[in-house]
């Protein structure tokens, strides 16, 4: 289940997210039930990914620190679930 951020950031819902890492993979698990395809934004810029989406009037946000030069090798979304694949550099 999806949990509030803090107080002082009103509706703003952090989703359940896992991370492991495969060989030079790393691997992002991100629970966005109810959320369609088309508004879940990825950004990855240097050392932070972000996944962002926002749903009536609460955003969903969840950021995180990635290896520099990590690129972005697969996304899929299926049944509320977004897996991404980073490749490490080399």
């Known amino acids: ?10 509706n703003v819902i952090v ?17 966005l039930h109810g959320i ?3 508004d879940i934004r990825i950004d990855l810029e240097k050392t932070q990914l972000v996944i962002s989406a926002l749903i009536r009037t609460e955003k969903v946000i969840r950021k995180i620190i990635v290896p520099d030069g990590s690129r972005i090798s697969k996304k899929k979304f299926s049944d509320g679930i977004l897996e991404i694949i980073l490749e490490r550099p080399l």
Do not use: F, H, L, Y
């Open 1 to 10: 289940m999806a949990k509030k951020k803090r107080e002082d950031e009103k």
């Open 15 to 31: 989703p359940p997210t896992g991370i492991s890492e495969r060989g030079g993979s790393i691997c992002i698990v991100s629970q």
């Open 36 to 38: 369609p395809e088309e």
